[in-house]
């Protein structure tokens, strides 16, 4: 497999979150009323949380962990905040979890997940109680596992596999995902892989609120060498065999016409090995594909994005015929951003290419798909190191353990005052109305401000304009910018790294969460 020096930050940073908190509700207790802060990861309602509740967890972590250098939590106000007020520290709360996130030891610790497992309890209307959850196969096909209301994804999925007779050893080449049911009434689309911070029966029940959701067991790898080693194992062979006839008959994946007479014929033997064998020869096989993205190279379009082990394809589409195709190899990322638009909700993606030897290009995406592209995106990058490393896919009991943050005291809106936010569109995930989608993309992103670092080298620079987040007038995710010999962050310094190369976080006014690396190819 080829290797960049810019795969070196995803395997420092492994998180695969982007927290934001886009409005701010009403809530009330035996004793008065108060305001919570929602909060959205990966694009999607998480839970809703009251300022005393986010300070006890910063103090939890400052015991756990050196928290340095993350961004500054905001303080502590001994009078009541104005509207004004609640804004900015709705955008200093986002601030300071985009830095937690980032943090690769905090973000994989079993503490910060059971504690934002815990506050998506607090946020529920449920008790913790024993429930049916049905895992669908993309057949259509279903199986019922009797799990907790509250057991977090990983669980779940150990539950589902062990209830198909699924080899432990391959429990994780597959995973659970989160699907939403179409207009049309009978498809279905993706909307994200489930996380071990949340509980499947929960994120599902909060989706249900506005359309009807369900979760998805499908395969969690890229690369087609490890179909060799799911083909031994009878539940393995059938569950990727299902998938894979899905997949071709959806027109997912670019297939010749004798390949696919080959492919059907097989399929009508039942020669399930041999289909499997054939089909993983396919330049697409295993590509995740999302319709209706604007993308703005090589010029500003609608269509479908694909998401592979090694690169994102773009298409514009005559019907159902492709018209045109981009392809954007991994390995030509210098680097890449991700925000929203706070008027419409919905989410970019903004990464840069390298055209050619001396050429590097601003591509970017847009649509309600981008946060499961962008999961989609880590989750490949985050497979070619591990196979780099000879790391193998993990086992259900290597699962981390650690001890639970206390309980958190359940949350009921107040209704009277504002909206649940359970039961309203995502502001992250709102579907945008009219042709607000093709306006320029300029208009509604964060600004890039990198520093210099070497003198013959300017940091890229991104589209700019206005992120709109509180105020109205900068973006709303955090900016990390990597480089060889700097290390610092604004407003106070940083811990210098122990590794060879260094790393700085920029939170500047105009943020935007970011990966990359400096410009070494």
């Known amino acids: 497999l080829p290797y960049s020096p810019c795969w070196e930050p995803y395997q420092r940073y492994q998180g695969n979150m982007l927290v934001q908190i886009p409005t701010i509700s009403d809530a009330v207790d035996d004793k008065n009323h108060f305001k919570v802060f929602n909060i959205h990861i990966n694009g999607s309602y998480h839970c809703s949380l009251r300022y005393s509740q986010l300070l006890a967890f910063h103090n939890e972590l400052k015991v756990e962990f050196d928290v340095s250098h993350l961004e500054e939590f905001p303080p502590k106000r001994m009078l009541s905040l104005n509207e004004e007020q609640l804004q900015t520290r709705r955008t200093a709360l986002e601030k300071y979890f985009h830095s937690v996130c980032q943090d690769r030891v905090i973000n994989r610790s079993g503490f910060f997940k059971e504690y934002l497992l815990a506050a998506q309890q607090a946020s529920s209307d449920f008790v913790d109680q024993e429930v049916n959850l049905d895992v669908f196969l993309t057949n259509g096909k279903k199986v019922t596992v009797a799990v907790g209301a509250f057991e977090p994804s990983y669980q779940a999925l150990e539950k589902a596999a062990a209830e198909m007779e699924l080899e432990d050893s391959l429990t994780y080449y597959f995973a659970l995902f989160l699907e939403r049911q179409n207009e049309d009434g009978h498809s279905w689309s993706l909307i994200r892989m489930l996380q071990d911070f949340e509980s499947p029966y929960v994120s599902m029940e909060i989706g249900n609120k506005e359309t009807p959701h369900r ?44 390949m696919m007479d080959s492919l059907a014929s097989l399929q009508k033997k039942g ?170 993309l300029e208009a509604s992103m964060a600004s890039y401000e990198g520093e210099e670092e070497h003198p013959s080298h300017q940091p890229p620079q991104s589209p700019q304009g206005n992120g709109a987040t509180g105020n109205g007038t900068t973006g709303s995710s955090t900016v990390r910018e990597v480089t060889k010999k700097t290390a610092k962050i604004v407003k106070q310094p940083a811990p210098v790294s122990k590794s060879k190369k260094k790393y700085s976080l920029d939170t500047s006014e105009n943020p935007t969460f970011q990966f990359g690396t400096d410009d070494d190819l």
């Open 215 to 258: 979760i998805t067991f499908r395969k969690n790898f890229w690369d087609p060498r490890f179909v060799g080693r799911l083909l031994s194992d009878r539940t393995a062979k059938n569950l990727l065999y299902i998938e894979t006839v899905a997949e071709v008959g959806s027109g997912s994946w670019e297939v010749s016409a004798d």
């Open 271 to 440: 020669m399930k090995k041999e289909y499997l064998e054939q089909a993983k020869t396919l330049p697409q096989f295993g590509y995740r594909r999302m319709d209706d993205i604007l993308f703005t190279h090589p010029q500003e379009q609608v269509g479908s994005v694909k998401v592979g082990a090694q690169e994102i394809v773009t298409c514009t589409l005559e019907g159902d015929q492709v018209k045109l195709c981009n392809r954007y190899p991994i390995f030509k990322m210098r680097c890449w951003k991700v925000g929203y638009k706070e008027d419409t909700g919905q989410q970019w993606l903004n990464f840069h290419f390298q055209l050619d030897k001396d050429k590097f290009v601003w591509v970017t995406l847009l649509g309600n798909a981008v946060p499961f592209i962008t999961q989609l995106l880590h989750s490949a990058v985050y497979e070619l190191l591990r196979l780099k490393s000879g790391e193998d896919i993990q086992t259900p009991n290597k699962q981390p353990t650690q001890r639970k943050p206390r309980s958190l005291p359940r949350v009921k809106f107040d209704t009277s005052r504002s909206s649940d936010p359970r039961c309203r569109p995502s502001s992250v995930s709102s579907e945008g109305k009219g042709d607000d989608r093709r306006k320029p």
